[in-house]
């Protein structure tokens, strides 16, 4: 059974910083990334970026955080990063990291449904 646990977010003023974390155990070989998405209150859930394990180490950005965003990852501590820099007001939403193994990695990292495993999420808020 693989289990995340995020932790990093908080309260920043926009133009701040957080590093979110994303601690996995229990991982299988079958899979293959992990993203990070949020969800505002009413709005749809999104995905913000992905690595992908195998390979070239993929990663991917949603255009409204690139150059602000980074996913990273220590395999020896099993822990995957989302640095996030120059935030904004719209960033603020609760944070999930999520596990899985979407096919057409380019095409499918941001949906949601291709992620069966997801953490309980961490809350960024971001004030003006």
């Known amino acids: 059974q693989v289990q995340l646990v995020e932790s990093g977010g908080g309260s920043v003023q926009a133009g701040g910083s957080l590093r979110l974390s994303c601690a996995a155990s229990g991982y299988t070989s079958s899979e293959t990334s992990i993203a990070w998405f949020r969800q505002a209150p009413g709005k749809e859930r999104e995905g913000v970026a992905a690595?992908?394990?195998?390979?070239?180490?993929?990663?991917a950005h949603a255009d409204s955080v690139k150059g602000r965003f980074t996913i990273s990852q220590d395999k020896a501590k099993n822990t995957v990063y989302l640095q996030m820099n120059s935030l904004k007001p719209e960033d603020t939403a609760m944070y999930y990291c999520a596990s899985g193994s979407p096919t057409v990695w380019w095409s499918r990292w941001h949906r949601s449904t291709d992620y069966k495993y997801w953490g309980q999420g961490t809350q960024v808020t971001v004030s003006s």
């Open positions: 690595i992908l394990f195998t390979g070239a180490g993929n990663r």
